[in-house]
């Protein structure tokens, strides 16, 4: 699985969790594939919030959204993802149905800044929360980088320890690849 299909992959498995009107995170912006794809799966009613800490991401990410005239449906947060629960109460968001990480660093961006395993595991508790029953969260883990191995290990133990009435848990990975990305996803369940 080359991250071309993992991406496509990625965005089936969210699909089953977005409907016209719904609420997305796009918790990293990058290059604006899932802003973009969130965008279009929410529909006219819905929303989608990105973040991202530096703003050349954002910059992609709104001049792809311009060219397809979806920008309305975008907020661009110029924050680490580790912020998305306050920002969000500030507009009164309590609950959202999707939520989208591609960790590492931005492509043919620079490659010392990249995420870090104390934001992301802020983020992802604070997306759990966040997440409506049957509700999807996604991390798409790159481990061919500095600190990368280390923060996808953290991801995996933060989502291994969750209770499973509440969330159903799995981790995608090529196993004959080395440093191959992977994919773990969250389900909220629809009782919780």
Same mark, same amino acid.
């Given at each position: 699985?080359?991250?071309?299909?993992?991406?496509?992959?990625?965005?089936?498995?969210?699909?089953?969790?977005?409907?016209?009107?719904?609420?997305?995170?796009?918790?990293?912006?990058?290059?604006?594939?899932?802003?973009?794809? &969130?965008?279009?799966?929410?529909?006219?009613?819905?929303?989608?919030?990105?973040?991202?800490?530096?703003?050349?991401?954002?910059?992609?990410?709104?001049?792809?959204?311009?060219?397809?005239?979806?920008?309305?449906?975008?907020?661009?947060?110029?924050?680490?993802?580790?912020?998305?629960?306050?920002? =969000?109460?500030?507009?009164?968001?309590?609950?959202?149905?999707?939520?989208?990480?591609?960790?590492?660093?931005?492509?043919?961006?620079?490659?010392?800044?990249?995420? =870090?395993?104390?934001?992301?595991?802020?983020?992802?508790?604070?997306?759990?929360?966040?997440?409506?029953?049957?509700?999807?969260?996604?991390?798409? &883990?790159?481990?061919?980088?500095?600190?990368?191995?280390?923060?996808?290990?953290?991801?995996?133990?933060?989502?291994?320890?969750?209770?499973?009435?509440?969330?159903?848990?799995?981790?995608?990975? =090529?196993?004959?690849?080395?440093?191959?990305?992977? &994919?773990?996803?969250?389900?909220?369940?629809?009782?919780?």
């Amino acid at each position: 699985m080359n991250v071309a299909s993992i991406l496509s992959f990625t965005h089936t498995l969210v699909k089953d969790s977005l409907f016209p009107g719904a609420i997305a995170i796009d918790a990293t912006a990058g290059n604006g594939h899932d802003t973009l794809f &969130l965008a279009q799966t929410v529909g006219a009613e819905g929303h989608v919030f990105t973040y991202d800490i530096q703003a050349q991401a954002l910059e992609i990410t709104h001049r792809r959204l311009q060219e397809v005239n979806l920008a309305d449906r975008v907020s661009l947060i110029h924050r680490g993802h580790h912020h998305m629960a306050e920002s =969000l109460t500030e507009v009164n968001v309590t609950q959202v149905h999707a939520i989208m990480f591609n960790l590492g660093y931005l492509p043919k961006g620079d490659p010392g800044v990249t995420t =870090l395993p104390v934001t992301t595991l802020s983020a992802i508790q604070q997306s759990l929360d966040l997440l409506a029953p049957g509700g999807t969260l996604t991390l798409v &883990l790159y481990t061919g980088h500095p600190g990368g191995n280390e923060e996808a290990t953290a991801v995996l133990h933060q989502l291994e320890s969750l209770d499973a009435r509440c969330f159903d848990t799995a981790h995608y990975q =090529l196993l004959n690849r080395n440093q191959a990305p992977s &994919l773990a996803i969250v389900r909220k369940k629809e009782h919780c």
